[in-house]
């Protein structure tokens, strides 16, 4: 009777065996991975917006300088948005989209 098996104590240490097995794989893995990159807090990068008022002279057509800030105030303004939208700040996202619709409808008027 002394080759009668404990299902219980040999699936208890299949899984121990098993476990030290994964947890040595792991480390062998972890030594090859930059941890510092994955432990220090990174920036959100997006597009940065760009425009008249922040890059190169502006237009000296008053039509035309003014179709252009507007431009850059909406990429701005979807700039915020979107950053807002990525926290779940989704009522103040909103607000700005509202915002966003209206400088919109300055594009279709005239000075």
């Given at each position: 009777?002394?080759?009668?098996?404990?299902?219980a104590e040999y699936k208890q240490q299949k899984e121990k065996t098993e476990?030290?097995?994964i947890n040595e794989m792991l480390?062998?893995?972890?030594?090859?991975?930059?941890m510092t990159s994955i432990t220090t807090p990174q920036p959100i990068t997006t597009q940065i917006p760009?425009?008249?008022f922040m890059f190169g002279p502006p237009?000296?057509?008053p039509v035309q300088r003014k179709q252009e800030n507007i431009m850059?105030?909406?990429d701005g303004l979807l700039?915020?948005?979107?950053?807002?939208t990525q926290e779940s700040e989704i009522e103040l996202a909103n607000k700005v989209d509202n915002?966003?619709?209206s400088v919109e409808k300055l594009l279709d008027t005239p000075i």
């Open positions: 009777m002394s080759n009668i098996i404990n299902l476990l030290n097995d480390k062998e893995v972890m030594k090859d991975i930059d760009s425009g008249t237009s000296h057509d850059t105030c909406l700039f915020i948005s979107m950053l807002l915002l966003i619709v």
